[in-house]
């Protein structure tokens, strides 16, 4: 069922990276049309692929040559964009198609596992492959495949079109060597040499531990807090030293050839809030959406069928050498889990996921055990006894009986307090983390509704043109910013504007005044886990469900934004009750925050009230089920009062989570598209009562204190170091010489090319 609503999910979404991205899947489309083009005829061009780079080129004025869509260079480019299936899928349309092709396949975890087509079959012609043979993995959610042995990869139509043309010549294999490197302009081509480049210099200045004098290697431990962990284990992972900036840098090696594709280096700083701990910070070449390595993967056995997967890298050095047991760590933590990485983890019989101490961690791992195949997953849950593995091993415990003592990921139907004992523990001795994550830029709402929670629904409303698209974006933003994977679904205003009003809120500042600046700010902006549904106007509710379903998968989204549900369900159903319509819709939302453990957040227009009165619950459009369903319900009240025009209030009026609900007045900057909270403003956090929303809008409305602009502006403004934009190493050595001095985090992060992921010590 799951799988089935992800894979109808074929409307576009679009990552925040558009400009090379876009233009890679323009290539993409032109690609798979070319090679249809083939088909009809003129399929004996196949095997002379020449000049692959003007392929584009050719195919715009009418000539072509091997058409494909496979690219090695540019597979995580293509991954964080979307590749989705031309026509939805299904598993058993995957299958059936396999055996009418008569492709030998058997059923792996996530993937289908097939012969590869880009491999010279060995043995006697015609001899078929044996199973452990099988290289080329298709996802049975997506239909996107890779081949393991040649990195060929591209879409289910991208299969179909190959083993066509295959079948039509009578060849037994394709040469991937003509797949390769398709569809890359001369700057990606240019752009990936250079990243290339840097990752060398990187790993030629930086010096292997064994070589480290002992006093230093002792210091570099203590440093990272890792005085447990033997030379002998960071020797066997390839971990070395970068001085300039006192970072771990750890490698990627991958490919055909095991060469050195990227790396990771990691910097350490005393936490702000707990001097005992540190603080992580990492940067990657390539950046963060191109760097796909599961490291400890190269020392993994092929025969091994057990696999702890974690969330740092620091973390696989612990689990190798406490609990003896092969590790591999995800890219980005816990935040995500790219389905590109799936096959590689196929020939794994049990994988326990250890992804971190905290509640974040376990929510992270019972949904990638969803992706992985239930059946095969056991989770680690976290607790005092049960920190993450690298603290594990510093406070002496034996991380096999931790492994070994893993639950099942299965949900059995029916359960007694038993198995739930622990949950509730879980919950009762992790407040805070559980309360969810908190705005950075909106402590007010930190102080009435707790933290962000996954799972929930959110009903936000306000007057028309009051600002609620403005708002709305920049406290999703905030927690985007903070890791919260985000899809916007943007039915009123198009993306381009969206983005644009959300990049000037990320840069705090007028960038038509600064476009000098744009670049710098773009590319830290394009880091961020953000993503945008390509609708506009009137969309029908199954669509973009199923839209949001794919995108969870891909993209392990924990916040969608419908912005907003009038111009999502259009004006042609007039005729029918539209409040029903409205009913059903809400209700399908709620059901999908619940199931998919989303966080969903839905604008929805006030209905028409009298000019001078503030908005309550019962003022949303529709029934009283929009109110009913969610978990929060925000208004942005707007005082039309001469004396005070424009100012805004925040008013919570339902907060399901622990009741609390208050009202806090806001000042808009025209300039950054931002607000905030008047800084001597005596608003505090009240219990309304139902009765008392609507006098308590009035009454905070009065209680606001004007700020001159300038001074906030001057307050929010943090000094960057902007010089190191374009080098990494200048970035990472910023990012050094800030944690030697305890600069604040945010202002090192700021310096870099890149926001860095933080992490928890
Ligand atoms: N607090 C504010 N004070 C003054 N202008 C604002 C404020 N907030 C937003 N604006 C400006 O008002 C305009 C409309 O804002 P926005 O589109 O966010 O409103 P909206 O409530 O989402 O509109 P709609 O009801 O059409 O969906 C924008 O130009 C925005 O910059």
């Not at 992972?237 to 280096?265: D, E, N, Q």
Request: net charge positive; glycine share 6%.
């Amino acid at each position: 069922m799951w799988r089935s609503l992800v894979l109808r999910g074929t409307a576009c979404l679009l990552h925040v990276v558009p400009r090379g991205s876009q233009r890679l899947v323009q290539q993409r489309h032109q690609s798979s049309l070319c090679l249809r083009f083939l088909l009809h005829g003129h399929a004996h061009r196949l095997t002379a692929a020449p000049c692959l780079q003007h392929q584009r080129t050719d195919l715009l004025r009418g000539t072509y040559h091997l058409p494909h869509t496979v690219t090695r260079s540019l597979k995580s480019d293509a991954k964080s964009t979307v590749d989705f299936p031309l026509n939805p899928i299904t598993v058993a349309d995957i299958k059936q198609y396999l055996r009418s092709k008569e492709v030998p396949f058997h059923d792996g975890y996530s993937c289908l596992h097939a012969p590869s087509l880009f491999v010279e079959p060995s043995g006697e012609p015609g001899a078929v492959p044996t199973k452990d043979t099988y290289s080329l993995f298709i996802d049975k959610t997506t239909g996107q495949f890779l081949c393991k042995d040649t990195l060929a990869e591209g879409s289910w139509e991208d299969l179909q079109d190959c083993l066509e043309v295959m079948q039509k010549e009578g060849q037994a294999f394709l040469s991937s060597h003509v797949l390769l490197g398709y569809g890359e302009t001369p700057e990606e081509q240019e752009e990936r040499a250079r990243e290339l480049a840097e990752v060398h210099r990187f790993w030629s200045s930086s010096v292997p531990f064994s070589e480290l004098a002992d006093e230093e290697a002792q210091m570099v431990k203590s440093m990272f807090q890792i005085t447990k962990i033997t030379n002998a284990t960071l020797k066997k992972f390839g971990v070395r030293f970068f001085k300039p900036t006192r970072s771990l840098v750890f490698p990627w090696f991958g490919g055909p050839s095991s060469a050195l594709k990227g790396v990771k280096l990691l910097s350490a700083q005393t936490s702000a809030t707990d001097p005992g701990a540190v603080e992580y910070t990492e940067t990657t070449v390539p950046r963060s959406s191109s760097y796909h390595n599961l490291f400890g993967l190269p020392l993994v056995g092929r025969p091994d069928a057990e696999v702890v997967l974690t969330g740092s890298e620091l973390d696989v050095l612990a689990v190798s050498q406490g609990a003896g047991l092969p590790a591999v760590a995800l890219p980005r933590g816990n935040s995500r889990l790219p389905p590109s990485l799936l096959p590689y983890l196929e020939q794994f019989k049990r994988v326990t996921l250890w992804l971190g101490g905290d509640m974040r961690a376990w929510e992270a791992s019972r949904i990638f055990s969803r992706k992985l195949g239930l059946r095969r997953c056991s989770l680690v849950r976290p607790g005092e006894d049960q920190p993450r593995p690298a603290q594990a091993l510093a406070l002496g415990k034996n991380l096999a009986r931790v492994v070994k003592g893993a639950i099942p990921a299965v949900h059995k139907s029916i359960v007694s307090f038993r198995q739930l004992r622990d949950d509730v523990y879980g919950e009762l001795a992790n407040t805070e983390q559980v309360a969810g994550v908190k705005w950075s830029r909106f402590p007010e709402l930190n102080r009435i509704l707790k933290g962000h929670r996954k799972g929930e629904l959110t009903v936000f409303t306000g007057p028309t043109g009051s600002g609620k698209t403005t708002f709305i974006s920049e406290v999703a933003l905030d927690l985007c910013m903070q890791g919260v994977n985000t899809l916007w679904g943007s039915f009123e205003i198009n993306n381009v504007r969206l983005a644009k009003i959300m990049l000037t809120q990320f840069s705090m500042q007028r960038l038509e005044d600064n476009l000098e600046r744009y670049d710098y700010w773009a590319d830290q902006f394009e880091e961020l886990p953000l993503y945008f549904m390509t609708f506009h106007g009137q969309q029908n509710i199954k669509t973009v469900l199923d839209t949001m379903q794919h995108a969870i998968y891909l993209y392990d989204i924990n916040h969608v934004v419908i912005d907003n549900l009038q111009f999502m369900m259009g004006q042609e159903n007039l005729s029918v009750d539209k409040f029903a319509v409205q009913d059903h819709i809400v209700g399908a939302f709620r059901k999908f925050a619940t199931n998919s453990c989303c966080h969903v957040t839905l604008i929805i227009h006030p209905r028409k009230e009298e000019d001078d009165r503030e908005l309550q619950t019962a003022s949303i459009f529709g029934s009283a089920k929009a109110s009913q369903e969610a978990d929060n319900v925000l208004i942005l009240q707007e005082k039309k009062l001469v004396t005070c025009p424009g100012r805004r209030s925040l008013q919570v009026s339902k907060n399901r989570f622990d009741g609390d609900v208050g009202i806090f007045p806001l000042d808009f900057l025209k300039a950054s598209l931002t607000f905030s909270t008047p800084v001597k403003a005596k608003h505090k956090l009240r219990k309304v009562s139902k009765e008392e929303e609507e006098a308590a809008a009035a009454a905070a409305a009065g209680r606001e204190e004007a700020v001159p602009p300038a001074k906030k502006a001057k307050a929010k403004a943090k000094p960057l170091k902007e010089n190191t934009a374009k080098d990494p190493i200048a970035a990472a050595t910023v990012a050094a010489a800030a944690a030697s001095q305890r600069v604040e985090p945010d202002q090192s992060q700021a310096a870099g090319r890149r926001p860095a992921l933080k992490r928890d010590g």
